[in-house]
């Protein structure tokens, strides 16, 4: 069993940054793909980014390319999202997730998720 649990959201103005943090424990994070997802009021969950288990591969969702960087530390067992230049729209709640490997489109084998962490960009 792997538990994940999100910090670091708040309620910031456009422009600001934010550094989210997913902390793991109880299971095998450094061989895990992770990722970060988000979900809106009245929208689904939506991909944001994602990393292999060593950091050699990145994916980001269209949107947030440029803007969003995500990392990894295995040593500290825990995920990273910084965001900056932040907007309106990247208002929701931030999940992350850990699977045991994703290809850039699919996420294989069983899925753990956080229980989110609330970003709120005001405009």
């Known amino acids: 069993q792997v538990q994940l649990v999100e910090s670091g959201g708040g309620l910031v103005q456009a422009g600001a940054s934010l550094r989210l943090s997913c902390a793991a424990s109880?299971?095998?994070?450094?061989?895990?793909?992770m990722g970060w997802f988000r979900q809106a009021p009245g929208k689904e969950r939506e991909f944001v980014a994602g990393?292999?288990?060593?950091?050699?591969?990145?994916y980001y969702e269209d949107s947030v390319k440029g803007r969003f960087t995500i990392s990894r530390d295995n040593v500290k067992n825990t995920l990273y999202l910084q965001m900056n230049s932040l907007k309106p729209e990247d208002t929701a709640v931030y999940y992350c997730?850990?699977?045991?490997?994703?290809?850039?489109?699919?996420?294989?084998?069983?899925?753990?998720w956080g229980q989110g962490t609330q970003v709120s960009v005001s405009s």
């Open positions: 109880g299971g095998t994070f450094s061989t895990r793909a």
């Open positions: 997730r850990a699977s045991d490997t994703f290809d850039g489109s699919t996420w294989y084998g069983y899925s753990y």
């Open positions: 990393i292999s288990w060593n950091g050699g591969r990145l």
